[in-house]
């Protein structure tokens, strides 16, 4: 029996094939291993205990020696496989890297958080009261159509008020329900996604994104809103950055404004993206209507505010130059990795 072990003990390090194979061969329940500790059942007493010592040591060769071949086969280079190959070219450890929006959207936070704003979100499945009117959309205003809202479920209550289900087509309705939950003074931005039932090209899609800015205290005056945003577009584009406001209108703002910043890109001069204006638009806002106020509990004799929504989209193509939305969604990586280096 001791011949047979030493000459296991040799065999065994020259085993160099399937760690499977070598389990079964010597290893396993009927395997050669278990054979010898059958026989040593049957061996003398006074030779039985050195036998019993030399086969546990074969034993234990035989484990390391079954470890050795399975990590191989992982992919570790081991001895039996002889030295690695050193010409062999490397395995390439990519990183990921952050989605262009994902770069704008924490930008944007870290400049109005350096402003005192605080972060909220809301549903993206939303009712008709938060998305329409409480923001005070009159019954048949044209944003309710069809054509612009992904309606869920179309419902009215025993009163015959509307409790429609709908995806929210701005970031509008995280206003009414923070001023439902909390008193002024706030000071919050809300970014999050939205949906509209628009045809997909290079300049819309059926969902972007928005980041609402809601601030409610007293005193708050247009002229907080100009310096805000300005204050804004000089961080995120640069210093030289002018902004313009437009008249607008919104139901839930009066005044309301659309926010144009300089073109980046041919610097106010008149290109493609600025359609020959100088100005691209980047924001609507205003001043929170008091109706809407009025609409969460809050007295408008006593409060104001103002409140804007950016399309993160908007501010994403203007400051890397991008010239088509569908590229956002499309998850191709040789566009995604171009932000790797992308250092805010
Ligand atoms: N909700 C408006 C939109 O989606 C933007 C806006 C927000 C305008 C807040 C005024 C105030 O176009």
Partial sequence: MEERIAQLLEEIKQFTDDAEQFRLKYLSRKGILSGLFEELKRI?????????????????TAEQHWE???????????EAEGAPDLTLPPVRHTTGNLHPLTLTRLRIIEIFERLGFSVADGPEIEDDW???????????????????????????????????ILLRTHTSNVQIRLLEEKKPPVRVIMPGRVYRNEAISARAHCF????E????????????????????????????TQIRLRPSFFPFTEPSAEIDISCLICKGKGCSVCKHT??????????????VLRNCGVDPEVFTGFAFGMGIERVTMLKYR???????????????????TVIQ
């Fill in 208 to 211: 972007f994104h928005q980041v």
């Fill in 278 to 291: 100088g100005w691209v638009e980047i924001a609507g806002s205003g001043m929170v209507h008091p109706n």
């Fill in 322 to 340: 991008i010239g088509d939305l569908r590229l956002f969604s499309e998850n191709d990586v040789r566009f995604l990795r171009q932000f790797h």
């Fill in 68 to 78: 050795m071949l399975k990590n191989a086969r992982a992919g570790t280079h081991s």
């Fill in 130 to 164: 938060h998305n329409f009117t409480a923001l005070n959309f009159p019954v048949n205003h044209p944003a309710r159509e069809m054509q612009d809202t992904f309606f869920i479920e179309k419902k009215q209550d025993e009163q015959g008020n509307n409790r429609d």
């Fill in 213 to 240: 800015g809601l601030y409610v205290d007293y005193n708050v005056g247009f002229a907080d809103l100009k310096q805000t945003l300005y204050h804004f577009a000089r961080e995120m584009f640069g210093p030289d």
């Fill in 44 to 60: 003398p007493a006074e030779r039985k205990k050195e036998m019993g010592r030399q086969l546990n040591i074969l034993k234990r």
